[in-house]
């Protein structure tokens, strides 16, 4: 009897909850996301508020994720127009950012009924994308033209109203993102045959920021992701070989650049990086437009330990945010197979993000330790009391 008991209390106690993880995975989101429904093709720049909920822009408004038809701010409204809208943030101080980089301009749509110009950016290619300093003094932009294969990064001091330009030693410069503890500067850079639309090359290059002026320097390619997919093996599922055949000017020529790649994993890559959100202890996450794919880099670590996580239903991923109650949850827009509809995959990551950490209140805080929720306390004492208890009935019942 006491053999069956010994055996039934190791039971329970193998059988408790230990608060393990299996490797991450990508799910269909839009059960939470309805927002995204009907937003075409110009999904794009999601963003997070101070208490978790996530929006994106698309070419003329600023939508909420969490309900249908839910409109923060649209084109004209307020007397304000845009081109095409790419890129948004929500700030402590700043208001709510919003980038139109066709109309070469930031706008304040805070007071969705009384937008203001942010920023005058007629001396850039294009607002982008844009990430904001902790302090919230710094801005910085990334532009392109997509077509020349050429890119540009700026930096806007919100203090003096000065606005420089970065120096960028790569090709198209989109995803832009500073680091948890803003020591550094991340921006994405590709270059692509003309005719056939594919990436020959694409990489993210880290700069350091001067801590005294807020100026990027001493660029330095960090991450090669034609080496990372060949390193890894990896080409997701109905991804690559024609992804672009759309967009070719030249269909003889991109049907007989196909032909050529016998293996498309081993030859050029039909995928674009796109936007880029960072955690607030190191851990950044990419977007691969056309891909499927998510890059996942912890950047305290070296850039080889970097690992791709394939989406399960957003299949032109633009970008992502981390949002929810606590932060945590990764969520991924873009376009669904096919190109047409609008998709949102999400995560639950282990630590919140870099923005809804600071809207927090936590501006300027480079502390890599993540916040625990009452929840999670309540149930990590639980399971610390249970295998304990558990531990002290299988002793004695085996040695009495």
């Known amino acids: 009897m006491k053999s069956l008991l010994a055996f039934a209390f190791l039971a329970l106690a193998t059988a408790a909850p230990t608060g393990s993880q299996s490797e991450p995975q990508f799910k269909n989101a839009i059960g939470k996301n309805p927002g995204v429904i009907g937003l075409g093709g110009g999904i794009e720049g999601t963003s997070v508020d101070k208490t978790g909920k996530l929006y994106t822009v698309n070419n003329i408004g600023l939508y909420a994720l969490d309900k249908e038809n839910s409109?923060?701010?649209?084109?004209?409204?307020?007397?304000m127009s845009v081109v095409g809208l790419s890129s948004s943030r929500f700030t402590r101080t700043l208001g709510t950012l919003i980038g139109d980089p066709s109309g070469h301009k930031v706008l304040n749509v805070q007071d969705p009924k009384k937008p203001t110009l942010f920023l005058d950016a007629s001396q850039m290619l294009q607002p982008n994308d844009m990430t904001i300093s902790l302090d919230e003094k710094k801005i910085y932009f990334s532009g392109m033209n997509w077509t020349a294969n050429v890119g540009e990064v700026w930096y806007y001091n919100v203090e003096s109203k000065k606005l420089e330009k970065v120096p960028w030693t790569g090709?198209?410069?989109?995803g832009i993102e500073l680091s948890h503890d803003d020591a550094h500067l991340y921006v994405t850079s590709a270059r692509h045959n003309t005719t056939t639309f594919q990436t020959l090359f694409s990489s993210v290059i880290r700069y350091d920021i001067n801590k005294a002026n807020g100026m990027p320097e001493n660029p330095q390619t960090v991450l090669d992701y034609r080496k990372l997919r060949n390193d890894a093996g990896y080409f997701p599922k109905d991804a690559g070989t024609n992804m672009y055949a759309n967009l070719s000017t030249d269909a003889t020529a991109y049907a007989a650049a196909v032909k050529d790649r016998k293996n498309p994993q081993d030859n050029e890559m039909d995928f674009d990086p796109d936007g880029m959100r960072m955690d607030s202890k190191g851990t950044l996450f990419a977007t691969l437009n056309a891909w499927k794919t998510v890059v996942m880099w912890d950047t305290t670590k070296a850039s080889t330990t970097a690992k791709f996580m394939e989406l399960e239903t957003v299949y032109w991923p633009t970008n992502l945010e981390l949002g929810g109650p606590e932060g945590k949850t990764v969520t991924v827009v873009g376009k669904c197979k096919g190109n047409a509809n609008t998709c949102v995959d999400s995560f639950e990551h282990s630590t919140p993000g870099r923005a809804f950490k600071n809207l927090q209140g936590d501006g300027g805080n480079t502390g890599t330790g993540s916040q625990t929720s009452p929840a999670a306390r309540v149930m990590g004492?639980?399971?610390?009391?249970?295998?304990?208890?558990?531990?002290?009935?299988?002793?004695?019942?085996?040695?009495?």
């Not at 610390?384 to 009495?400: K, P, R, S």
């Open 171 to 174: 090709d198209r410069a989109n």
């Open 381 to 400: 004492g639980f399971e610390g009391w249970w295998m304990f208890i558990c531990t002290i009935g299988f002793l004695w019942e085996f040695l009495l």
């Open 71 to 79: 409109t923060l701010w649209t084109n004209g409204t307020g007397g």
